[in-house]
């Protein structure tokens, strides 16, 4: 029989040689059946499960191997390697000192020693990191431990979910996916898998991925936190949604800033829920605060151009032309379409006009005066600031009265006349067009109060 198992393992060892892994496993189980109480036939399984990246069954043959015989070097460093590759650097360690008891000059040994430590330096800097929200840290973290611990999950899991929390949704989903292919039922990655389509705001696919992670492992604390936070913030978003349907918007106003308090490590969802606040906002007249909320969410997410749209929109509202432009700007250089185009125009528009004189302000009547409410204005306004009224004051308020007596003037020449008025609504300069060549305040005042001699002092009768 002893001979049969020496035959197996030559040829074992024949395959191995060749790289043909599959096939010295094959024999080298072969010698075990036939003689299960030899330690380097078990060994050598090992050795070869381990070329092929199947470590917990390795480690469970080098276990086996030096329970056969404590003083096998090889079995006891071949089970710290595939310690090491699981991530189990404490235990790794302890296999190392004990190859250097048997052979304390190891220099393998030596140098597999020296890696454990780092490992297990490693985890302390991603724990710290993960304690402290640094997720890079930890990804850098974990991307050095699995260069020494290529087969551990574990820290595969807690990288997947820093890249998670860090936006990086696509490079989490793949190594979660990377290990559900090995293990479908992995609580660990189910859970990431979730909190990726979480974050995604596809709650109800999340849910679900939430759901099962708790049924292969209702202990899973964070899936449990996880999916109580999805259902809880897609129902507060909802409830705020329907209160704005039903324009209850002080209460959808309450339910959105409820749902901003859920998670906020949720930046998709929150994104969406400061711009539907700052939507409810502004139908309760609270602009600038509907600005801030816009900016939050813009912050969160530098692609939303629904976000762009409402502040450039509360821009408009609150003449802040420039910054308006600025916003839909954005919005076109992303999206060219004619509505965007058209908002673009307007806001460069509403800029150019509010560069002008304010002919409105001048007489401080508002843009939908009749024509009635602007002859009123400009009575007041000339009256109050005719240079007959300031003869007695001292030469720079003189000049000063004199001056916006001119813009009541022409504030008044235009507006009273439809067509210039049309004109500058529309944004044309008219000071360019030559529509005050032969403009004369005192002119425009005489025709408004009958033809009276308008010279320095005839008018001071009327500001007695």
Do not use: W
């Not at 199947?54 to 469970?60: D, I, Q, V």
């Not at 004990?98 to 800097?125: D, T």
């Not at 007695?392 to 000063?400: D, G, H, I, L, N």
């Not at 403009?439 to 009768?461: Q, T, V, Y």
């Amino acid at each position: 029989m002893d001979f049969l198992a020496e035959s197996f393992k030559e040829q074992g060892n024949a395959y191995y040689s060749k790289k043909d892994y599959s096939q010295a496993f094959n024999y080298y189980t072969k010698a075990i059946d036939a003689c299960p109480k030899n330690a380097s036939y078990y060994g050598n399984r090992a050795a070869t499960l381990m070329m092929l990246c199947r470590f917990r069954e390795a480690l469970e043959d080098s276990q086996q191997a030096v329970r056969l015989d404590d003083c096998f070097m090889k079995g006891h460093l071949r089970e710290g390697k595939c310690h090491l590759s699981l991530g189990n650097a404490m235990a790794a360690n302890r296999c190392f000192q004990k190859v250097l008891e048997l052979e304390p000059s190891n220099r393998e040994a030596q140098q597999e020693k020296k890696n454990a430590a780092a490992l297990l330096e490693y985890q302390r800097m991603a724990d710290f990191g993960f304690e402290k929200r640094d997720f890079r840290k930890v990804v850098f973290c974990m991307d050095r431990a699995l260069a020494l611990a290529s087969a551990c999950h574990r820290f595969k899991i807690l990288k997947a979910e820093c890249l998670a929390l860090l936006g990086r949704y696509p490079e989490a989903q793949s190594v979660a996916s990377d290990i559900l292919r090995m293990d479908s039922t992995n609580a660990d990655a189910l859970y990431v898998r979730g909190l990726c389509l979480y974050y995604e705001d596809c709650i109800d696919k999340a849910v679900q991925f939430f759901v099962q992670a708790l049924r292969m492992a209702p202990d899973h604390e964070k899936a449990r936190l996880a999916c109580r936070n999805a259902k809880a913030l897609k129902a507060k978003k909802e409830e705020g949604n329907q209160a704005f349907k039903n324009n209850n918007y002080e209460a959808a106003y309450q339910l959105y800033t409820e749902a901003l308090a859920i998670d906020p490590n949720n930046i998709k969802t929150n994104a969406k829920l400061y711009c539907n606040r700052a939507t409810a906002g502004a139908k309760l007249k609270k602009v600038d605060q509907a600005i801030e909320d816009c900016t939050s969410a813009i912050k969160l997410d530098d692609t939303y151009i629904k976000a762009y749209l409402r502040r450039a929109q509360c821009y408009m509202d609150t003449e802040q032309y420039e910054e308006a432009v600025r916003d839909y700007e954005k919005v076109y250089q992303t999206e060219k379409t004619s509505d965007h185009k058209q908002m673009l125009k307007k806001a460069q528009m509403e800029l150019k006009k509010s560069k002008r004189k304010d002919y409105y302000k001048v007489l401080g009547v508002g843009k939908n005066a009749t024509e009635d409410e602007i002859k009123k204005a400009y009575r007041k306004r000339a009256l109050m600031h005719h240079p007959d009224r300031h003869s007695s004051a001292t030469p720079e308020v003189q000049k000063e009265e004199e001056k916006k007596f001119k813009e009541v003037g022409e504030a008044f020449t235009v507006l009273s006349d439809p067509k210039k008025k049309v004109r500058y609504d529309n944004g044309h300069d008219l000071e360019d067009d030559g529509c005050f060549d032969d403009f004369d305040a005192n002119n425009i005042f005489r025709a408004f109060f009958g033809g009276h001699n308008s010279g320095p002092g005839n008018f001071f009768f009327q500001f007695g």
